[in-house]
């Protein structure tokens, strides 16, 4: 399986603004949609977007217009571009494919703290 490196994360002030990097360990990866999911202290994972192999986005409600995700697929990485952090924007996040499959791994995630 595909593993995934993610990076990024810190503490930001509200308003504030983070990238947070995917690495993944092979190139077959490129013709996965990838996303980037979150999970708050006490709540389930949470998918916060999506993007197919040839760009194609899409957004929870929570974070349209504030979080872009992006790829390289020559770099075999996905970002994620995060502006006017808000406090609810806390969470760990995680990067994996869009459709997940059964036994799916995980990495270890990238912690972002929103607070002033």
């Known amino acids: 399986q595909v593993q995934f490196v993610e990076s990024g994360g810190g503490l930001v002030q509200p308003g504030g603004s983070l990238r947070l990097s995917c690495a993944a360990s092979?190139?077959?990866?490129?013709?996965?949609?990838m996303a980037w999911y979150r999970q708050a202290p006490g709540k389930q994972r949470e998918l916060v977007a999506g993007?197919?192999?040839?760009?194609?986005?899409n957004y929870a409600d929570s974070v349209e217009g504030r979080f872009t995700i992006s790829r390289d697929n020559a770099k075999n990485t996905v970002y994620l571009q995060m502006n006017s952090l808000i406090r609810e924007d806390t969470a760990v996040y995680y990067c994996?494919?869009?459709?997940?499959?059964?036994?799916?791994?995980w990495g270890q995630g990238t912690q972002v703290t929103v607070s002033s």
């Open positions: 092979s190139s077959i990866f490129r013709i996965y949609a």
């Open positions: 994996n494919r869009l459709v997940l499959v059964p036994g799916a791994l």
């Open positions: 993007i197919s192999g040839g760009g194609r986005t």
